[in-house]
């Protein structure tokens, strides 16, 4: 029988945006941040979604919007305390995602001691590709992912450069919160970073599996 909530359009319905920072040692390395022993974590609104065909919105209170590209993990199923050994049995599939982030925003966070809320929670701060099911990728950590800016090359990574597992990420998390299905995690990005402004066309990719574009648009609001 049909799930009458089709992952395919997982932006549609799914709860929970969970982010992960600091997951690639070049990316924290050009931040000028320290590896740490936990992940990082950060929370998206269901409304940070855009899916393709709608734009990237740069927030009013926004000077220098950042790119970061990163791979998603769509949950399939409702899970808490979820064993390491267990946790790609929860993996529905996977999406391309864009962490946009209002980089001027969260350095004076960053000065403040605050959250970082403002500058990665906005309206339309998660760009998403179509739904890609668990089989067309049968080692997540075996991936290329890329992004261009107007047609020059700004970000490439390889996934087997992350820090934290993607099984680990979902059993870290599952012990914090209960995860949903539909729920998706960001697993983090890898080196360069960098701004984006109005009008700009974002490209992104997943070798051989996915690609996205969208345009920047400052937002009314």
């Not at 929670?121 to 099911?133: D, I, L, M």
């Not at 209960?178 to 729920?183: A, C, I, Q, S």
Request: proline letters at 7%; one cysteine or more.
């Amino acid at each position: 029988m049909a799930s009458p909530k089709p992952l395919s359009r997982f932006w549609e319905w799914g709860k929970n945006i969970v982010c992960v920072g600091r997951n690639y040692a070049d990316h924290v390395k050009e931040m000028r941040s320290a590896v740490l022993s936990e992940p990082v974590l950060f929370l998206k609104p269901s409304t940070a979604y855009a899916p393709e065909g709608s734009p990237v919105l740069m927030p009013a209170y926004c000077r220098n919007l950042h790119h970061e590209v990163e791979l998603g993990v769509l949950l399939g199923k409702r899970g808490q305390a979820v064993p390491e050994a267990a946790a790609m049995d929860y993996v529905a599939g996977y999406a391309l995602c864009l962490d946009m982030t209002a980089r001027d925003v969260q350095e004076e966070c960053k000065k403040k001691g605050l959250p970082w809320t403002l500058a990665k929670s906005f309206t339309a701060s998660c760009p998403v590709s179509a739904f890609v099911p668990k089989e067309k990728i049968p080692d997540p950590h075996a991936l290329r992912l890329w992004l261009k800016v107007n047609g020059e090359l700004r970000q490439e990574g390889k996934t087997s450069s992350m820090i934290f597992s993607i099984p680990y990420i979902i059993s870290y998390v599952s012990k914090i919160m209960t995860l949903e299905e539909g729920d998706l995690i960001l697993t983090g990005t890898p080196k360069g970073v960098g701004p984006v402004k109005e009008n700009d066309e974002i490209e992104a990719g997943i070798d051989g599996v996915v690609s996205m574009r969208f345009k920047v648009e400052r937002s009314a609001n």
